[in-house]
């Protein structure tokens, strides 16, 4: 509606409750041209009906992205009753995200097709007519016609209060079925001054009620279509598009240096935005383009707050931006100096927040995570670095292989975890050197075999500790060298076995302890040989047996001591007493002092007795000597002398 200084746009959906008849006269009767009514009534004097091929059915869908498995399409059919009522108008995209709003424009379109299916061209001379307005025909020769109408845009007329928005009534056209109401849908006013007329009046010329005559023309064409139909405009004003891609900076609140939602998306700023603060304000989200993108995988790279992006809108819409990419510029150089670096391709990223500014190599400046490759001819390089940490993860089988040489640094500790088996090959040779402390620890066996040679060295203490048995296998020789003491304790038994020779220097003393009993076999020979001394304790009893011949040789003297008392070459008095007995006997078992070919040696505290068979020989400690035997020769080769107090011969 329009008034001195207001206007009001007004939003209806009902024709006739909604838009008024049209002020000063809405019945408008038809008069053809020629009549001589025309002059006295304002009137149509041209009536023209238009009818149009319509859809019955309108079809609409779209797309959510955060409904995307939604069914949104939507279809509303209203047949006009002409054969072609089943054709079907589909609209993609709709415009809408929300299933009832679907519904609601489905409505509203097939209602704009329907609008379409009948309008009426008017020229009339009524001046007030208007768009907006209904209006009533009348007088039309097809009485179809006098209705009430709803005028829209074009109609002719001499009435001149007819203006859009009004209703009119049609009165007097041929058709009767057109003198009907009718909304007044737009006028075009056409107005013409003839100067010669003109000139007259200010001449003081009378001028006449016709202004036809007069010589102005005052001509109203008027569109409206019957009030009996829902009015939609149509729309004739296209939605603005894009015409390409263009950059903007991604932008972000004050501080931030990353800042999207759970979708990905960021807040971008065009270089042509004047009233935007270069915030999170200056844009709604945009969707971020990735090259892969699935449900919880794919591909994320987020813009980061002042890259330039580039955004594109999806059908040229400006109300769907999408970000297809980054480019670089004279601020955010690339991560790798070019051309020179042409062949190098890779992904670096930086930490966040305040990440500083590097490649981030060792020892080198940047805080990155990167993975870069170079492709130069023999040079040919993939570099990976971690800022921080590194996690890897083979659910199953991981195999590498290094062409020459590898080598591996950790500044720190290391832990290797195998579930299960481990095989390590070292074709040629392998050195590990722990300058603290080692631990290997192995719950079942182990085996260790050198085909060679081996040396082992512990620069200060070894101690090993078996639970059960140890054993040694030494093929040929085996060489011990111990530079000071060495110390065996055996809980139980000892046993050495040696095929051949076994040889023992010792360079001053050797000292040997055996708490109960020791035994020596030797299979054949035995050969004892001492340099200086040799004593041999016996805490108690000792036993000798020779099973053939034993000699003993003396270089000077040999003393044979038997308790307190002693016996040797040259003689003397017994000993203490309580002195023991000495028993060398010799010859076969059982045999007594009697006889036999048995030959012992009895030394007691008092008397000493030799013994050989039937021969018997005592010396007792008072001086008294017993020769017996059954034959006794004495000879002397130069003088035999006897000589005593007494001498009795038998």
Known sequence: THSAGSHTLVLADDIVGSHSPLPGGHVIPFYPPGKAAVAEREHFHAWELTQEVQPGRHYNDDYDFKKPRADLSNMRQNPPGHEHDKYEIYEWPGGYTEFPDGETYARLRLQEHLAKQNRVLGRANKRNLAPGYTINLENYPREDQNRQYLVLVLGRANKRNLAPGYTINLENYPREDQNRQYLVLSVHYHFEENPEVSSAKAGGATATKNTQEAGSIQQFVMRAQPTSSDYRPPRTTEKPRTRGPQTAVVVGPPGEEIWTDKYGRVKVQFHWDRIGAMDENSSCWVRVSTSWAGPQFGAVFIPRIGMEVIIDHLNGDPDYPILTGCVYNAVNMPPWSLPGNATQSGILTRSSKGGAAGAGMKNGPGDANALRFEDKAGQEQLWLHAQKDQLTEVENDEEKWVGRDREKTIDRDETNTIHRDRIETVDRNEKITVHGWRTEEVDGDETITIHSNRKERVDHNETVDIGDNQTFKIGINRTKTVGKNEKDKIGSNWSIKVGKFKTETIGIAYLQNVGVGRMENVGVVYNLNVGAMMATLVGKTQTTK???????????????????????????????????????????????????????????????????????????????????????????????????????LN
Not at 587 to 605: L, Q
Not at 613 to 636: L, R, Y
């Open 546 to 648: 020779v099973g053939s011949d034993k000699s003993t040789t003396v270089g000077t003297k040999y003393t044979l001591t038997v308790g307190g008392g002693s016996a040797g070459a040259g003689g003397g008095a017994a000993g203490a007493a309580g002195v023991k007995n000495i028993v060398a006997p010799s010859g076969g078992e059982g045999d007594g002092a009697g006889g036999g070919n048995k030959s012992n040696i009895t030394m007691e505290a008092d008397s000493i007795t030799l013994q050989v068979g039937q021969s018997v020989m005592v010396m007792k400690a008072d001086g008294t000597i017993t020769i017996n035997g059954q034959e006794i020769d004495i000879v002397g080769s130069k003088h035999v002398g006897v000589e005593s107090k007494r001498i009795d």
